[in-house]
């Protein structure tokens, strides 16, 4: 049987339409998973934002808990710096009348070598007179 060429047109004019119709199908299938894509990007996007507000805030709090430790650092130094010069003036003190003293024992010493000198001179003075006295005889 060989087919009339209406028949022959209504045919292709079938398969038009049918391939139009897959790929309106395709389309909208390529369509709905490009909407699907799109979704799920603009979701991945904003747990992407939600988890870096997140860490600026952890970074934010670490921040703030680091200054605070520094000026809780900065009060002690300044505390240990304190009794240093508190220190540093009790030695200072300890120093100077360490110095007065041995300024006094230098004074005695001195006296008691001059003291020494005269005993000394006495004792040659004794024996010149004891010595002088020998010649006489």
Known sequence: MTQ???????????????????????????????????????RDIADLGVKVNACRAAI??????????????????????ARFERLETKVDAGFAVMDAKFAEYDQGFAAMRHGF???????ARIEQ?????????
């Not at 000198?117 to 004792?123: I, V």
Request: no cysteine.
């Open 4 to 42: 009339s060429p209406d028949e022959a047109r209504f045919a292709r004019l079938e398969a038009r339409v049918e391939a139009a119709a897959t790929a309106a199908t395709a389309a909208a299938t390529d369509a709905a998973a490009a909407r699907y894509l799109a979704a799920a990007h603009d």
């Open 117 to 123: 000198d005269q005993t000394a001179a006495g004792f």
């Open 60 to 81: 934010d709090g670490l921040g703030e808990q680091t200054r605070a430790r520094f000026g809780e650092m900065d009060k002690r130094f300044e505390r240990v710096d």
């Open 129 to 137: 007179l004891l010595t002088a006295g020998d010649d006489d005889r």
